[in-house]
C-alpha cells in the first residue's frame, strides 16, 4: 500500500521490451536507503516488484497487463519518474488509500495558472470518471491530489508549487499521457451495493438502511 505521497524524482537507466512485456531499470537515491529486493516500489503510481537492488537503482518487470494500462510502455532511457516505498507501518498517513493498481490512463487537455498553482485539467476514460468525485482523492502517476472539478469528460485538480517542484508532474505538458488511480474506497462501496442483487442470497444481502446503521 501507498499514500501517494512522492519521495523523490527516478531517472529511466534503461527499458528492454519483450514481446508484451519489458524490464525497466531506474536510478534513484533516497528510496535506497532500505530497499530490498522483493520490495514493492511505485514508479509513476504503478506498483512494481523490485527484481534487484543496486548501489545507483533498482531493476523491476513490468508485466503485459500493467503495460496495457498504464503509460510505463512509453518510458524511455532518460524518463524521469515519481518514486515512493510502499508505506511502513511506523510512517504517517499523509495522503490516501493508493494500491497502485492503474485503473487507466488520462490525457492532460488544459494547463491554467492561478497565481502560484497550477490548474491541470485530465480527460479521463468513463471507467475512472464514474469514482472520481469533487473534494475527493485522485492518483496522477502515484500523486495523492484532490479533485476541485468533475464533469463527463474530465476533472481538474490544483498543484501547489511543492508537488510542481518534487513531481514529475510539474514538468509535463498539454498532451501528456498520466497513470489514474481512482480512490480504492468507492469501488468497493459500489461492489457492497450491488452485492444484492447478484448474489443468490438476496434476502440477506447488504441494504441502504444496514450500510447506514453502520456507519457507512
Known amino acids: ?6 519521495e523523490e524524482i527516478g531517472t529511466v537507466r534503461s527499458i528492454r521490451h519483450g514481446r508484451t512485456s519489458a524490464v525497466l531499470s531506474v536510478r534513484a537515491e533516497t528510496i535506497l536507503s532500505d530497499l530490498k529486493t522483493g520490495d514493492s516500489v511505485a514508479v509513476n503510481g504503478v506498483c512494481l516488484t523490485a527484481a534487484s537492488v543496486d548501489a545507483g537503482g533498482f531493476t523491476a518487470d513490468v508485466m503485459p497487463e500493467t503495460i496495457d494500462r498504464s503509460s510505463l510502455g512509453t518510458l524511455g532511457t532518460g524518463s524521469l519518474v515519481n518514486l515512493e516505498r510502499a508505506m511502513s507501518a511506523q510512517g504517517r498517513f499523509g495522503g490516501h488509500i493508493v494500491s497502485g493498481h492503474i485503473d487507466g490512463t488520462g490525457t492532460i ?3 491554467r495558472r492561478d497565481e502560484s498553482a497550477v490548474w491541470y485539467t485530465v480527460a479521463s476514460p468513463p471507467e475512472v470518471l464514474r469514482y472520481v468525485v469533487e473534494k475527493g482523492s485522485i492518483t496522477i502517476d502515484g500523486i495523492s ?5 468533475v464533469t ?11 508537488t510542481s517542484a518534487v513531481t514529475v508532474l510539474g514538468k509535463k505538458k498539454e498532451g501528456a499521457v498520466v497513470n489514474l488511480e481512482a480512490d480504492i474506497i468507492g469501488k468497493y462501496v459500489e461492489k457492497l451495493l450491488n452485492y444484492r442483487e447478484r448474489s443468490p442470497r438476496s434476502a440477506t444481502g447488504l441494504t441502504m438502511d444496514f450500510l447506514t446503521e453502520n456507519g457507512f
Not at 500500500?1 to 512522492?6: A, K, P, S, Y
Open 1 to 6: 500500500m501507498f499514500t501517494g505521497l512522492v
Open 152 to 162: 463527463d469528460i474530465d476533472f481538474s485538480v490544483s498543484l501547489i508549487p511543492h
Open 109 to 111: 487537455t488544459r494547463l
Open 145 to 149: 491530489l484532490t479533485v476541485a472539478k
